[in-house]
């Protein structure tokens, strides 16, 4: 699963037959997967307490229990059977795959995934299909919310980074403010599907690899110490994080209000906040806030 060895390699290097191969890698993605519950599951009240605690203190964001994202699982061919034609799996990037959205933890571990469309379909139409959006109140108390890019809808439960006004450059005043912060905290997001990438043996291999993902970030200082990963990774850290670190609300919605609250929140309990901060607070116009 994660070489992308074919079967018959795989079983020619353990003296097997490819039956065989194929036969134990079905049982092995079983085995993993009914572990599920146990190690891919939502956090608890208190454990959202911590990351929330993490949060606030590593980035000066109050009230996140961690941060959402899609991305595509690319697919060696087209689905064999899909109900609306292999057309469908068919991205804009010229290649089938499978669009997985997740939520991480200030761990980068995996802690809601969801799946089923296709990588034509966009972050936005499956967030609404999720159960994060549909019974947001089985997972969010009053306040918590996850962090989104901004290719996410804004809702009260999932806050996504600001969008460009047409005719801008970039954005500016307080959402290049919010926008900065939220993408230095989002490179857990980054990081844990930097980590990872017949239709029902592929979502088990997703279930599986996320499954996996969680076990190595709980247990790699069991096998391996800090000077051999660092020897390992290399600097990919360090780039990853500086390419990352480049990179009147009444009349609006309840959504976009929250939204509104959490910047001047962090300006709150931000010990430097930018230049001009002040004239954000004192009012912003409705008709240049970006949804």
Request: charged share 30%.
């Amino acid at each position: 699963m994660a070489h992308g060895h074919a079967l018959d390699s795989i079983a020619s290097r353990f003296g097997i037959s490819k039956g065989s191969a194929s036969l134990f890698f079905d049982r092995s993605l079983r085995a993993i997967t009914r572990q599920q519950d146990q190690h891919l599951s939502w956090p608890t009240v208190a454990r959202r307490q911590q990351i929330k605690d993490f949060v606030r203190e590593q980035f000066g964001i109050p009230h996140c229990i961690g941060f959402i994202d899609g991305t595509h699982i690319n697919l060696a061919r087209a689905p064999a059977r899909p109900e609306k034609g292999a057309a469908a799996f068919h991205s804009r990037k010229e290649r089938y795959g499978m669009l997985l959205l997740a939520a991480v933890d200030e761990r980068k571990r995996f802690t809601f995934i969801h799946y089923g469309y296709s990588a034509r379909s966009s972050d936005m139409r499956a967030q609404q299909a999720s159960r994060l959006h549909t019974d947001s109140h089985n997972f969010f108390n009053e306040d918590e919310y996850l962090l989104a890019d901004s290719g996410f809808l804004c809702t009260t439960n999932i806050i996504p980074m600001y969008r460009k006004n047409v005719g801008e450059e970039d954005v500016t005043g307080h959402r290049r403010y919010f926008n900065k912060k939220g993408a230095k905290a989002q490179v857990c997001n980054e990081h844990a599907f930097g980590t990872d990438r017949d239709d029902q043996r592929v979502i088990l291999m997703i279930i599986a690899a996320c499954i996996l993902h969680n076990l190595c970030i709980s247990t790699w200082q069991d096998h391996i110490t800090q000077e051999e990963l660092q020897e390992v990774m290399g600097d990919e850290y360090a780039e990853r994080k500086r390419q990352i670190d480049l990179a009147g609300d009444k009349d609006l919605d309840e959504q976009y209000r929250r939204r509104e609250r959490l910047w001047k929140d962090m300006l709150s309990i931000d010990p430097h906040p930018p230049k001009g901060y002040k004239r954000w607070i004192r009012g912003v116009s409705p008709l240049h806030l970006t949804v």
